[in-house]
């Protein structure tokens, strides 16, 4: 008896873009338009002041498993847009600094290393699911933009960090980029 073939592989499946609520941010862009992000590592793991120390300040942003923030990563993250750098699981929590993406959404090879404590046996290297950019260090704030003093103040009630906090990544819009810039001492 012959021995059955496997289903063809499929690419990741996305919402339209189009229905989604981020629908917005995987709209075309004007010429020029630079985009906002927040991006989530805890400091233990790899902080801010890691980021400075790194090679050119520059590190990939790999190991994110979160469909949701895959696509923002994949498909909505451009080069030169920038993010908020947020220190997760810290006490406190909060936004410590800037940094610009500096490479476009590519596959997240830590996925395929079965030594690696984010392998997924389940991603193919012929067919990616994880995505990952670079991101090159900006700036530090000079004052913790704490999560308690986000979650707290009414013109950031409608943030995805406070919406959807469990996310790795987000985009922030112009107006909360501008106004947490401030809060932070980098305006």
Same mark, same amino acid.
């Given at each position: 008896?012959?021995?059955?073939?496997s289903?063809?592989?499929?690419?990741?499946k996305?919402?339209?873009?189009?229905?989604g609520?981020?629908?917005?941010?995987?709209a075309?862009?004007?010429?020029?338009?630079?985009? *906002?992000?927040?991006? $989530? @590592?805890? %400091? #233990?793991?790899?902080?801010?002041?890691?980021?400075?120390?790194?090679?050119?300040?520059t590190?990939?942003?790999?190991?994110?498993?979160?469909?949701?923030?895959?696509?923002?990563?994949?498909?909505?993250?451009?080069?030169?847009?920038?993010?908020?750098?947020?220190?997760?699981?810290?006490?406190?929590?909060?936004?410590?600094?800037?940094?610009?993406?500096?490479?476009e959404?590519?596959?997240?090879?830590?996925?395929?290393?079965?030594s690696?404590? *984010?392998?997924?046996? $389940? @991603?193919d %290297? #012929?067919?990616?699911?994880?995505?990952?950019?670079d991101?090159?260090?900006?700036?530090?704030?000079?004052t913790?933009?704490?999560?308690?003093?986000?979650?707290?103040?009414?013109?950031?009630?409608?943030?995805?960090?406070?919406?959807?906090g469990?996310?790795?990544?987000v985009p922030?819009?112009?107006?909360?980029?501008?106004?947490?810039?401030?809060?932070?001492?980098?305006?």
């Amino acid at each position: 008896m012959p021995a059955k073939k496997s289903p063809a592989k499929k690419a990741p499946k996305s919402m339209p873009y189009e229905q989604g609520a981020w629908a917005h941010v995987f709209a075309p862009r004007a010429p020029g338009e630079r985009r *906002y992000w927040l991006i $989530k @590592s805890e %400091p #233990d793991v790899f902080s801010f002041e890691d980021l400075e120390r790194a090679p050119k300040q520059t590190t990939c942003w790999d190991s994110v498993r979160n469909s949701s923030a895959r696509n923002f990563m994949r498909d909505g993250m451009k080069k030169a847009d920038l993010a908020f750098y947020y220190h997760s699981n810290a006490e406190p929590s909060g936004i410590v600094g800037i940094c610009e993406i500096v490479r476009e959404g590519y596959p997240d090879y830590t996925a395929w290393d079965p030594s690696h404590d *984010y392998f997924d046996e $389940k @991603s193919d %290297p #012929d067919m990616p699911t994880w995505y990952m950019v670079d991101v090159k260090a900006v700036k530090p704030f000079k004052t913790m933009v704490a999560l308690p003093e986000i979650k707290g103040d009414p013109a950031l009630a409608e943030m995805a960090l406070v919406k959807v906090g469990r996310l790795s990544v987000v985009p922030v819009t112009p107006a909360e980029w501008e106004y947490l810039c401030a809060l932070g001492g980098v305006a």
